[in-house]
């Protein structure tokens, strides 16, 4: 069983609609968690970066973190086409490596 | 801020020759530094481990012979595939972990990756 589990789509939606990513993750000890956005054919680019359970927030993305569950989110609220690549989660423990998620492909058709 | 540069961006070389990439953190210091792999529609294999000033540590299974990694100073690492054969291609992503405070901060990021091609 992988120590992260990440659906990797594809996910297709309109233009405007809410999207939800979402991981889930075996290792009670992860503390910290982010999400990277990667465009094909570039590096992972840091969107959300957390610590702990919560939620926060920076424009149009929301990050969830759920350490009962063991489960964070990722929302976009008025999705543009402009979003259409893959979401990473990652998380890790302190001074431990950082443990990725498959990615999800994300297409938001206009 | 956080910016990571790499170079060169794209390479293609012949089978049996030898390939650096460099990797720099432009606006930030680093201690520590990550070297990636990925393949098409897959996510990131950890390569190695880069700490300036000391020995790369290497993931299992990854020839470190083959990988050099040299840390020179706090800015640079930098990756050498040695004697390059075509199942060296792939997309190679380095990333660093800035200092902060005299500390190493526990974020990474991303350098936008250097396509190897080797024929």
């Known amino acids: 069983q992988k120590e992260v589990e990440q659906d990797p789509g594809p996910l297709s939606v309109p233009e405007g609609a809410i999207v939800s990513l979402n991981c889930t993750y075996s290792?009670?000890?992860?503390?910290?968690f982010m999400w990277y956005r990667q465009y094909s054919r570039k590096g992972p680019e840091l969107l959300m970066y957390t610590y702990s359970s919560g939620n926060k927030e920076d424009g149009r993305f929301t990050a969830q973190v759920d350490k009962s569950s063991k489960y964070i989110s990722l929302f976009i609220r008025d999705s543009q086409p402009s979003d259409s690549a893959t979401y990473l989660c990652a998380m890790f423990a302190s001074g431990s490596r950082l443990t990725f998620g498959e990615g999800t492909q994300l297409t938001v058709n206009p | 801020g956080a910016v990571v540069s790499q170079h060169p961006s794209w390479v293609i070389c012949k089978s049996g020759t030898s390939v650096k990439i460099e990797c720099r953190s432009l606006?930030?210091?680093?201690?520590?530094m990550f070297w990636y792999r990925q393949f098409p529609k897959q996510s990131l294999m950890l390569m190695a481990t880069s700490n300036e000033g000391s020995k790369a540590t290497y993931e299992q299974g990854v020839e470190k012979d083959k990988f050099l990694i040299n840390h020179a100073s706090l800015t640079l690492s930098t990756l050498t595939v040695t004697s390059a054969h075509p199942e060296d291609s792939s997309f190679y992503i380095c990333?660093?972990?800035?200092?902060?405070?005299?500390?190493?901060?526990?974020?990474?990021?991303f350098g936008p990756g250097t396509r190897l091609t080797v024929l």
């Open positions: 990333s660093a972990r800035p200092n902060r405070g005299g500390r190493v901060t526990d974020t990474q990021y």
């Open positions: 290792n009670s000890a992860f503390q910290y």
């Open positions: 606006d930030f210091q680093a201690t520590t």
